[in-house]
Structures are given as C-alpha cells and as structure tokens.
C-alpha cells in the first residue's frame, strides 16, 4: 500500500470543473455558498463592532476548503462532525442564513442550540451535521462512531470530521485515525491548516510540515491540497469519498489554507502575525480566485454573478432582520433537555 | 427464578438486551475474545460476532468517543471501561459530550448509550484498581448513574439503562461480582433509573448505602436486630438522578440516618444525602446525621492492613450505628 502523502496541484485550464464532473450549475451552487459564508460572517463582525452580539468567530479565508470539500459529499445521508470555523461546511449541508444569525444572536428559535452555545457551535440531527462543543478534535471520535454506526448497518454513508491544525495535536485525533483506520470506516478526516491556533503557529505546533504525512502512522492515505483551490479541494474530498464508499477505509485531507480574521472578535491577531503575512494570504483569496476562473470559463457571467450577488445580500439582510427581532429564551428555557428524558426531581 | 450472580447477571443482561435490540452493541478492552477481563461479555463475541463485539484500542477517550457517534447514528452503545480508575481519559468525552449532548442542542440530540464500569475496593486492586468514581461523575447533570448492589437489580438497572435515551453510567462493584448471589426474575425485570428500594424495613434507624455497601448494610441491620434495634435498609441504586422522596421518607420514619460509601467524604454521595435530609425532614430528626466512609486519602492502598483501613466493613458501619442508636 503507498501510503506517501499525496500533494495534488492545481491544474489549469477552463473546463476544470467540467473534467471533474461538475456541471455549470454545480460549480455556480459552489460558488454562492462560498459567497454566503463570507457575506454573513463579514455582516456578523460589522454587527459584532457595533455593540449589537457579543461574540463571532469566521470562517473567512476558509470557504473554499469547506464547500470544496463539502460538495463531494451527500448532503442528508452523509454525516458531517464539523468545527466552529465551518460556515461553510454546515451551509452546503442545508443550513440557512437565518440559521446562523440566529445563532449568532443566541435566540431561543436557534436550531443549533436554542441560543444555549456560543456562534460556531453547528449541530443538527435532521442535516446530519453532529454537535460540537469547545474542546477541540472531540468530533474527530464522533465521526468514527457515526461512520462506525455505518458500517454495522452496512449503509454506504461517509463522514467527514473537520479540525485545524491546533486540534492535530490532541490525544483524540490520534485515537479517531486510529481506530477509523483499524476498522476501515469510510470517515474523511478533513484538517483545515490555516497556520495558526490562535497565535501558535504550526512551527510550534508540530515538527511536520504536514499534517497528511501522519495517515501513514494509520495506514490510510494523506493528502494535501491547496485549500484555497476549492475545485481542488472538491477533487480530492471527491476521491476520498468514493474510496470510502467502497469500503477502503478513511484518507486524511489536509488543506493548506489561512484564515484572514482574528482567531475571534476576542482576539487582537496584530500581537502574533504581520500585517503583511495577511495580505500575501488576502490576494489568494479562495473566493476570488474562483470567481476569476469561473469568469475565464465563462462559466459566470455579469448579469449571473449579479443574481448571486442580490440573493446573497438579500439572504443576509432578511436573516439579520429576522434574527435580530427573533426572540430570546426565556429564563424558564434553562432547565429544559438536561436529559431528553425529562425528569422531575 | 434463579440465583445468579452479579456477574451473571450483568452478563445476562447484555445478551437478553443485544438478542433483543440489533442497534446494541458492546465496545471495549478485552470485551471480545477474551469475554472481558471480568467475564462479564463471555461468550457474547462467539453469538454476535465482531461488528457487535468489539475490542477496542488501549484507548478510553476513543472507546467514550467512538460510542458517542453510534449513538448518534442510530445504535445504543455498550461502552466497557476496564476498571472504573481507567476513566480519566475519557472524562472530556464524557463531561464535556456526553453529557452536554442533549442540552446543548435543545434536545435535538440525545445519546442512548451506556457506560459500565467495574468500581470499588476490596479485591487488593491498590490505587488504581479500586476506586470510587461516583461523586465526580454524578456532580455533572446530563448524566445519570446507576449503581446496583444486588443481581436482579444489576440486570434490572442495566436494562433499563441501555433502553434509556440518555448516557448512564452504569457502575458495578467488582467485589460484588462472584460474592453476591441473589434470585433474579425471570424476563426482563427492568428495575427503573431513580428508584430506590428499601432492601430492609426498619423502625429505629435508617442505614443508606449501595454497591458493595448495600450488602455490609444488610449484615450489620442483622446485628443490629440481635440488639433489639430495628434497621431500615434502603439502597440507593441509583445515584443520580438521586430518589429524594425514599431519602426523606426513610429519614421521617425512623429519625436517624446512616449513610455508608467507600468512596472518600469531601463532597461526596453522603453529603448530597445529608443535605437532602436537612433540607427536608430536619424537623424529623433524632440525631445528626452521620456517615462511615472511606478516608480522605488519594485511593486505596495495595498492602492489606492498609487496605483495610481504607474499607468500610461491617465492623465499622456497625459501631457507627451503635453510636447513632445511643444518641
């Protein structure tokens, strides 16, 4: 078995969505949730700097790795366990722009928590995206145990668990590979390395350039992938994917990539990485860079690009309204599903 | 009817449960062929083969965490803890998830699973083979803990454990496993979570227990009645969600209360129990409350005399009660 990790170039040409399978129609839905991802997070920190919620925390300068990744799987037989950085993840799987103002503004109609958890925090049965919580890599063991689940019930279902690079280094990463790998269980182990957990730096993090190279230690397969290559990304979650349905086993996804906000509206990224650094990162934009290729495929056009760029502005405006004039719990929601068999004392 | 014992029971149990429901399933160390350490899964791997039974990596937060997404995913785990000592690594699993799944979705999420996990001391298992592990989990709501003390409440209360749509942590005294035998109903016998049972009725003094507890209890009320003092015996077996009415209500009726665990004192089982009583049926009592517990010392020691000294015994319950009936 050549366990060597894979690294998968960016290739030219104008029909590269094509030759992977996507149809215009596809590669434009990719497109728009890339936008939508970025286009409520940016309207989250104007929100966030007016006083208005306390908290967010982005998925900015990630979209492309998430909804690339993302479209390679079946949104509601597939299972994603993914982080907080995961807009883009959880809006390709059937979330709403609603969905995540009402999370960011913490009210009670809030389908990932009731308004319980901080913004971030993506969970939800009916999509098959799986809750999770602060502590991070804990998903990474969710999702072996959801792809286990799978695997009893001989269902051709794939799971993906998304990480950064900070979460590589915890004891239950290792734990989910290697089970997953023992086990053969069709999980994507998709780690968005953006450099930087908060402000340590992957230098510090671990003595690997990539964190692909430890599938080896799993005996399954590692891959990176310039994460802000979305199509390219989409190639090898795609690749992953089938290899998983068939039965082979898990592939590690390591998507090279880098997040262009602060680690959360908390933090003050100027005291651990230049300026500079930033905007090297800004003009590899993955959404930019898309939207370049699409337009030299002639894939968007002016006036589609105009569609998208009003249904997304309008999303995000009738979700801020909406969500912002939503109600809050009431204190009485405090002790409700401590178990969901509810109990009296 | 018939006399099993614990181990039997529990054993029991888990076959009638997996023949029963194909969404359950065991994960663990040594679960598979070697039937667990205890025994407790001995020829369960042959009857429901590898996808059923699984042994797991050396890895605790793995065998919590891998239960946690079947769970999710439509089955009902049976994840084995090898010894309850070994749980450390699987406490952010279990605080942290587990317990948190249900509230922190709103109840979109729920996990039916259950964690067993052979506890207590006894059996010169030394600090890391003997320890109580109940306060520290049954301090964090999400979670219910059950703790059986008797066969048929150990195949009851595992049955309705697996059946129950929330994580349980199902503790099971190793020293109880081949020492305490006891008819067990035929069929399923679901004994509830959080119902406690008086195993004993009694007038003068009540004496409150469980696990290996249950049965000191038991022979010291015995003793006690040779005095002409009239014990009630009342078994918790379930810890969390903890039987506040049986507490009282023993309280009330006989005035004077005894708790008795092995785990150590400082915000421990007892004390949720004394603060029950005092919150409750103070007016109704005779006598402080007192308890006999294990010492505050890190764990249990593997020499023997320590050993001892760490254990409540029924030497030791029955002096205490002596001392409570005098009062």
Not at chain 1, 34 to 54: K, S, T, Y
Not at chain 2, 184 to 204: T, W
Not at chain 2, 265 to 286: Q, R, S, T, W, Y
Request: net charge negative.
């Amino acid at each position: 078995m050549a366990l060597k990790t894979t690294e998968v170039e960016a290739k030219g040409g104008r029909s590269r969505h094509r030759s992977l399978g996507l149809s215009d129609e596809q590669a434009l839905r990719i497109y728009e949730v890339m936008r939508l991802a970025r286009a409520v997070d940016e309207r989250m920190w104007l929100i966030n700097r007016q006083g208005r919620a306390p908290f967010v925390i982005s998925c900015q300068g990630q979209e492309g790795a998430q909804v690339g990744i993302a479209a390679a799987l079946r949104p509601g037989s597939d299972w994603v366990a993914p982080y907080y950085r995961d807009a883009g993840v959880v809006l390709w799987f059937g979330m709403t722009a609603r969905d995540q103002m009402l999370s960011f503004f913490a009210r009670r109609e809030d389908p990932n928590s009731g308004g319980r958890q901080m913004p971030g925090h993506f969970g939800s049965r009916r999509l098959h995206i799986v809750t999770g919580g602060s502590p991070v890599a804990t998903q990474l063991l969710h999702a072996a145990g959801v792809a286990l689940a799978s695997k009893q019930r001989k269902e051709d279902a794939v799971t993906a668990a998304f990480f950064g690079e900070g979460a590589a280094s915890q004891g239950d990463t290792h734990e989910a590979m290697n089970f997953a790998g023992i086990h053969k269980l069709a999980v994507l182990f998709v780690c968005e390395n953006n450099g930087y957990a908060i402000s340590v730096p992957q230098s510090q993090q671990m003595a690997i350039q990539n964190v692909a190279d430890r599938a080896a230690g799993y005996g399954f397969p590692g891959v990176v992938v310039d994460g802000n290559d979305v199509l390219a990304c989409y190639e090898v979650a795609r690749q992953a994917v089938e290899r998983a349905r068939r039965g082979e086993g898990p592939t590690l996804i390591e998507a090279k990539t880098y997040r262009f906000t602060a680690h959360s509206s908390d933090d003050d990224d100027k005291r651990y990485r230049q300026a500079e650094e930033v905007a090297i990162w800004r003009q590899k934009d993955p959404i930019q860079r898309y939207a370049t290729y699409l337009r030299e495929a002639g894939t968007l056009l002016d006036p589609v690009e105009q569609e998208i760029t009003e249904r997304v502005n309008q999303q995000v405006e009738d979700a801020t309204d909406y969500a912002e004039q939503a109600p809050d719990p009431t204190a009485d929601d405090l002790t409700t599903f401590v178990f969901k068999q509810e109990l009296k004392p | 009817m018939a006399v099993k014992t614990v181990i039997e029971a529990i054993r029991d149990g888990m076959d009638e449960e997996m023949a029963r429901d194909e969404s359950v399933f065991l994960i663990g160390e040594d679960v598979g062929n070697r039937g667990g350490v205890f025994l407790a899964s001995d020829g369960l791997y042959k009857k429901y083969g590898e996808l059923r039974v699984i042994d797991s990596p050396l890895a605790e937060s793995c065998i919590v965490g891998v239960a946690i997404g079947a769970a999710v995913n439509g089955m009902r785990p049976i994840a084995e803890i090898q010894f309850a000592d070994f749980i450390a690594p699987a406490m952010n699993q279990i605080i942290e998830e587990a317990a948190r799944f249900s509230y922190r979705t709103a109840g979109d999420f729920n996990l039916p699973m259950v964690i067993r996990a052979p506890w207590g001391g006894g059996v010169h298992g030394a600090l890391y083979h003997s320890q109580s592990i109940e306060a520290m989990f049954a301090h964090v709501p999400g979670l219910k803990v059950v703790a059986p003390g008797t066969p048929a409440d150990a195949k009851g209360l595992l049955k309705a454990a697996i059946r129950d749509p929330d994580p349980v942590l199902y503790l099971e005294h190793k020293r109880t496993y081949r020492l305490v035998k006891g008819e067990v109903p035929d069929g399923d016998g679901v004994v509830p979570i959080g119902k406690a049972d008086v195993k004993r009725d009694g007038k003068d003094l009540s004496l409150i227990a469980y696990g290996l507890m249950l049965t000191y209890c038991l022979e010291v009320a015995e003793k006690l009645a040779a005095d002409g003092i009239s014990a009630e015996v009342l078994d918790l077996r379930t810890i969390r969600p903890i039987d506040r009415a049986a507490i009282i209500a023993t309280a009330r009726k006989t005035g004077k209360v005894l708790v008795v665990h092995e785990d150590t004192p400082f915000a421990g089982v007892a004390a949720e129990v004394m603060a029950i009583i005092m919150e409750n049926a103070f007016d109704a009592l005779d006598a402080p409350v007192m308890r006999v517990t294990g010492p505050d010392v890190p764990a249990m020691p593997f020499n023997h005399v320590l050993e001892e000294a760490f254990m409540p015994n029924p030497e030791k319950i029955l002096a205490k009660a002596r001392e409570l009936a005098a009062v």
